[in-house]
């Protein structure tokens, strides 16, 4: 099959293998790690609860696979409290000096315990002090309380390892919907999308009208 400069096929309509969204990505997050200025892998991520209204935000996805994408946050979040009530999230990540995007959307499931408890320990030390001090989300009436609590568990902690809590833990989005665009001049983008009816069935690819 043929491939244009940045990698999309020329010929993108019909069953696709397995690992050729996996493989395309990670082709492209590469190049985006080379070149992106800050955060190659900041993700908007949006989820909605059980009311149906959206929410977005930006987050660091920190693994990808043909599993799927991964992000970590506090369960009792707003995207944590709105996971548990649809396990259902979509998300995007745009890399302007490549001029290229992709998004993804599917189901959601918790990574394990092992896998949390790996990338938490991956963390700075103020980083994992900080996941005990804040309540992620609920009001906070003076920045100096959370700036307090950080002292408290930073002296609880003090010569020891500092443990994930039980309430910090990844999710992994699985998806059924990846889309790779690529900037074009005159806004004559390039959009190939793989698509497949469940979270493990098999690959369609198609190209989408600019």
């Known amino acids: 099959m043929s491939t244009s400069h940045d990698g999309l096929p020329e010929d993108a309509n019909g069953p696709a293998d397995e690992e050729a969204p996996y493989e395309l990505f990670q082709r492209w997050f590469e ?34 696979d043909s599993r799927g994408f991964v992000f970590f946050t506090n369960t009792t979040s707003v995207k944590g409290r709105e996971l548990a009530e649809n396990m259902q999230a979509s998300g ?56 307090d609590a950080v002292e408290a568990e930073t002296r609880r902690f003090e010569g020891q390892e500092v443990p994930r809590p039980a309430y910090w833990t990844g999710y992994r989005i699985r ?3 990846l ?26 690819q198609g190209r989408l009208h600019p």
């Open 175 to 177: 998806p059924v919907y």
């Open 31 to 64: 190049e985006a790690s080379s070149s992106e200025l800050n955060d190659p892998n900041a993700m908007a991520l949006a989820t909605a609860g059980a009311d149906g209204l959206p929410d977005v935000r930006m987050v660091l996805l920190k693994h990808h």
């Open 92 to 147: 995007v990540l745009h890399w302007k000096s490549l001029r290229r995007q992709v998004r993804f959307r599917g189901p959601v499931e918790s990574v394990t315990p092992e896998e949390s408890d790996a990338y938490f320990a991956s963390r700075a030390r103020d980083s994992r002090i900080g996941a005990w001090a804040s309540r992620q989300s609920s009001p906070l009436a003076a920045r100096k309380l959370l700036e």
């Open 179 to 204: 889309e790779f665009w690529s900037d074009r001049p005159f806004r004559l983008h390039d959009r190939v999308v793989f698509t497949r009816m469940s979270s493990q069935g098999p690959w369609e």
